[in-house]
T-cell receptor, first 117, second 111 residues
Framework: GAVVSQHPSRVICKSGTSVKIECRSLDFQATTMFWYRQFPKQSLMLMAT?????????EQGVEKDKFLINHASLTLSTLTVTSAHPEDSSFYIC?????????????FGPGTRLTVL | QKEVEQNSGPLSVPEGAIASLNCTYSDRGSQSFFWYRQYSGKSPELIMS????GDKEDGRFTAQLNKASQYVSLLIRDSQPSDSATYLCAVREDSSYKLIFGSGTRLLVRP
């Protein structure tokens, strides 16, 4: 149980385009999901906290107009990187926090590797 | 600024040895601690969680917590080459459930 999926697993796009990444909790409901970014040889950096039915909370230094987050249901959160540039190339990972008994642990998705040319 | 510190390594141990990974944290009020393993190109997977002072064992893994010293460690017994990975220490903000990650320690287990 407690499986989180991400789609796509890998995406290559041209500079200036927008890319949408989906994060789904497959067998549990997640009122809270988190979005992380990881650059090579660095640790995970939290970008934002996504709560179902409300606006995301962004960490300091993360542009909310560039990284649009939507958490429209208890099993799906999306991250859209708008007008992507090469410096946005990174490994984007989501995690989901279950409700009630599953609220103790963040379950991570497999990640999405974004390359912006 | 809440911080989690880890030695980046690499920590190199021979197969069969005990690997000891250490982590310190800055927020004295922290209550929840996690160790994740991350293979290259993959996302983190949870190994252990620990909330109380002392030791917690799960198979070949033992997590140790000392809140007075603000120190968490992970011991891996009978290390295997497949244990070679980056180990991330994470401390949770219990009010928000956010995880604050250390930079990770790279472990190399030599056959």
């Amino acid at each position: 149980g407690a499986v989180v999926s991400q789609h796509p697993s890998r995406v290559i796009c041209k500079s200036g385009t927008s890319v949408k990444i989906e994060c789904r909790s497959l067998d549990f409901q997640a009122t809270t999901m988190f979005w992380y970014r990881q650059f090579p040889k660095q640790s995970l950096m939290l970008m934002a906290t996504s709560n179902e039915g409300s606006k995301a909370t962004y960490e300091q230094g993360v542009e909310k107009d560039k990284f649009l987050i939507n958490h429209a249901s208890l099993t799906l959160s999306t991250l859209t990187v708008t007008s992507a540039h090469p410096e946005d190339s990174s490994f984007y990972i989501c995690s989901a926090l279950g409700t009630s008994g599953l609220r103790d642990t963040q379950y991570f998705g497999p990640g999405t590797r974004l390359t912006v040319l | 600024q809440k911080e989690v510190e880890q030695n980046s390594g690499p920590l190199s141990v021979p197969e069969g040895a005990i690997a000891s990974l250490n982590c310190t944290y800055s927020d004295r009020g922290s209550q929840s601690f996690f160790w994740y393993r991350q293979y290259s190109g993959k996302s983190p997977e949870l190994i252990m969680s620990i909330y109380s002072n002392g030791d917690k064992e799960d198979g070949r893994f033992t997590a140790q917590l000392n809140k007075a010293s603000q120190y968490v460690s992970l011991l891996i017994r009978d290390s295997q080459p497949s244990d070679s990975a980056t180990y991330l220490c994470a401390v949770r903000e219990d009010s928000s459930y956010k995880l604050i990650f250390g930079s990770g320690t790279r472990l190399l287990v030599r056959p």
